[in-house]
């Protein structure tokens, strides 16, 4: 085509990185202070938990502790309270969250290498690894729920709600690119002569929301209060 | 030439005019434009509103708006002057100039600059809609709370305010994006990153700005929308909320927003400058590092807003210190321009005249800007019109001076018409008496106690006199900008006549016609040195001939930028009104970026991403 002669004039980039690419970096520098910003909110209340009214605690109590208050289990004064993090469950799901990236990586070695079929179990498997991951965070918000911790409870309830929620919805998001990439991956055409590019592209945005929760799970649940 | 228009020959491409070819635009000249219109637009708006506060305020116990009204007056004329005035006005110039200053044929991705546009538009029409449905936001642009919370905002005009926010943030984020990439990507061969026009290194300091900052303003909007409609409590004290915590997140973003609205200004000077003195900008990269300094430095001032919130010694004195740091990159590229003119033959166009004036009255505002650095005299100054006269010179004095600079500047490019010089000049001089008139007397009014934000006052506190030489300069001001539209329309009408280089300037823009082709150059220009058009011209070197066999490719029209705006339009009437419609919003939104990917675009690789 005479493309070939315009291109010989304007490179495709002045620094040889597919702009799409770029932008993504850049994209994922802006998510940084996304989170950022959520995770200073989740920090600064995270010391200063009030004690509940005493209609909480009468509402809340079963077996004489109380629930839905504490991010963890504690005593203040007499009063024994259990925390809501259940860390083995939420280790599962981080251990979850992990794997699809491992997934992740053999679906874009599939598709940089031309093995078509490798890539598509692998998008599979990345995309159902993170739909599990998202059933644990329907299940873990369920469960606080029913412990009495919402978003109007305290400001750990609130900070911890929004923080992860949003990060639920990047996970959704991700999930979406995911299942649009392998639908089109099964057009006759395939992902055409670009696949390595797009699934590493959108490998990117998923290792991103990856180690976004691996810094969640740390100041969440790992770090005590 | 011929070449081009016969690659252009598809009709998909050339359709030059009707409403569904603005619509469905992807050129970055006619997205700059519909920036450029849309920005005057909500100048004109917001400038109305300054004079409605200004008629309230010229005599004590004014009659013509009631509290509530002026509240609400104050609050959107920040908004609308800062959101839809002035970083339209600035789009408008990153997108018409960006491409063409680095000897691109667009930016890295055409279809989402005009999803950009779109998302603009519906956010600034949702923020303006607030006026008809229930109220317009009332707590100033910075929206303190708790005073922003259900208790104290009982309609929904703070919902209008986060979603209108969001939107736009939205809009600002995807253009900032794509105006990196393209500045990063698509530089013409020979266009190293220190052969960059000025302007073009502060539209990229002005996109990471904004890349880092608004993130966290829309986190801060997405907890004060929880607050008010999803019962979290993080801004209500008695929730247990903090609402300090909303100024640290609202100023993270604020401070560096300043900067955002007055580097592109400062762009323009630096590229008016030069051409108006017939010389090349006195140190260029002292200019580019000063830039780079203040973006870096106002992510690290942002608590000198809080200055009397109680912070605590040690912040105020740091916060202090940085604030005061930011005046030496300022003060060295307010050098440079000096040694710019210094020994340069000038020419005193209008545009020179809005860029020295520039230069003067942005110099006063930075000044007052350094005095309130220091805590001790904030704590006098903060909430009185002495804020209100610093802020004024920083954003009328500097930002519109330098914006209009521009305008006359590139009007020719843009247009292929001139604006008469005698009626510009009668603009610059009604702007100029206009703007010192009604913002220097402020500086009294606050030395004399009369705080920020009343909407009456009564006789016989001092403050007659000098509230009535304000409003007087705020009707010079729009009577200079009625000149400026009276202007702007007779040029309109006339036939074009501009040369390619009308003013024997410098920079890539003006290698190609007046206005340029579709496709920008007929061929992608060579860069040699910094000023490539002066150094083509002073080493002989002929404009390059067109390849007979080239092809340009140009990305066709597409509507699913309209339709992706229109699906935000849809989540953001939902965000307000019923969750489905959010659902509905997000189903288009989805729908659309799926079109959008399957669509051929018939691009060379080298436009990039869709």
Redesign the interface.
Known sequence: ???A???A???????G????K??MW??L???C??F???IA?YL??KG???LPAPGFIEAHMHDGVVTGWFPTDRVVDGVEYAGVLNIPVTSASTFVLLMSSVAMVLAVYGAQNGRLKMMKIWLLATLLLGIIFLGFQVFEFHEFGAEGL???T??FG??FF?LTG?HGAHVTVGV?MLG?MLL?SMRRTGLGPEAGFHVETIGLYWHFVDIVWIVIFTVVYLVPA | MATAAGTLAAPAVQAPSGIWAWLTTVDHKRIGTLYGVSGMVFFVVAGIEALLIRSQLAVPNGEVVDADLFNALFSMHALTMIFLGVMPLGAAFFNWLVPLMIGARDVAFPRLNALSYWIFLSGALMLNASWLLGGAPDTGWFAYAPLTENTYSTGRSMDFYTVSLIILGTSSLIASLNFIVTIINLRAPGMTMFRLPVFVWMTMIVAWLLVLSLPVLTVGLIQLYFDRNFTTNFFIPDGGGDPVLWQHIFWIFGHPEVYVLILPAMGIVSEVLPTFSRKPLFGYGAVVFAGISIAILGFAVWSHHMFTTGLGPVPRVVFSATTMTIAVPTGVKIFNWLGTLYGGSIRFTTAMYFAVGFIATFTVGGISGVMHASPPIDTQQQDTYFIVAHLHYVLFGGAIMGIFAGVYYWFPKFTGRFLSEGMGKLHFWLFFIGLNVTFFPMHFLGVSGMPRRIYTYDAGLGWETWNFVATLGAFTIAAGMAVFLWNFFRSMREEPSAPDNPWDAPTLEWATSSPPPEHDFDVVPVVRARDPVWYDRDHGIAPPEPDPHEHIHLPPPSYYPLLIGVGFTLIGIGALSHLALVALGAVVVIYGIWGWTLEPTGAEPAAGGH
Request: proline letters at 4%.
């Open positions: 085509m005479a493309q002669a315009h291109a004039e304007a490179p495709h980039s002045s620094t990185i597919d702009s799409r770029v932008l850049i994209f520098a802006s998510e202070l996304f950022g910003s959520l909110t600064v209340f200063d938990i009030p919402n978003l109007a305290n400001q609130a900070s929004v949003f979406l649009s089109a």
